[in-house]
């Protein structure tokens, strides 16, 4: 079976390759914070959220997450609760 179908399959593995493949994760993360990009009082759009591991860094905003893979929307519904379409 080829990585990206074991990925289609797995909701966790895929967020997991996202955390490891991603070098700069806590980078990424950092800038983003250092420019204010995590404000609640914003609203977000999320287009492509995978298993929406942005939600959470924005708890107290007006979140929406929209995936083509039902499995990374089942998953981000169970794990963060959020609302995901």
Do not use: H, W
Not at 7 to 22: D, I
Not at 60 to 65: I, Q
């Amino acid at each position: 079976m080829k990585l990206f179908s074991i990925l289609e399959e797995s909701a966790a593995g895929y967020e997991l390759v996202q955390r490891l493949v991603s070098l700069n994760y806590r980078v990424f993360l950092r800038e983003l914070r250092a420019e204010g990009f995590f404000d609640p009082r914003k609203s977000y759009l999320d287009v492509g959220c995978g298993t929406g591991f942005l939600r959470d860094y924005l708890r107290e905003a007006d979140y929406l997450g929209v995936d083509l893979n039902p499995k990374y929307i089942a998953a981000a519904r169970r794990k963060r609760g959020c609302p995901i379409g």
